[in-house]
């Protein structure tokens, strides 16, 4: 099987750049990008995953997922500690 033309290559819907099929190496097709999904290139369908179902990645929704990280490491550490006092008031009692 020839390998196909540099023209004959699927070209990203998003950035337009030429996409190499899955089976050659980027070597063999200098210049192209891997080929991701939905017509994508492996770069743009990333990115648009990331966009689509990573909210998480703005710096205020970060911000507020490590503050209710140190939220929750403090209750657990509180909860520690009462068990703690608990099964010492026992051990007294
Ligand atoms: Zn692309």
Known sequence: MSKPAYEDLPKC???????????????????????GNYGMCNPCTKTK?????GRGNDPQTLRNKQNLEVFLNRISADRRRME??????????
């Open 49 to 53: 995953r990331e966009a689509e179902n």
């Open 84 to 93: 703690q006092r608990r099964k010492v008031h026992m051990v007294i009692r």
């Open 13 to 35: 819907t998003e950035c337009e750049r030429p996409m190499r099929p899955r089976k050659y190496k980027s070597k063999e097709y200098p210049k192209t990008m891997a080929m």
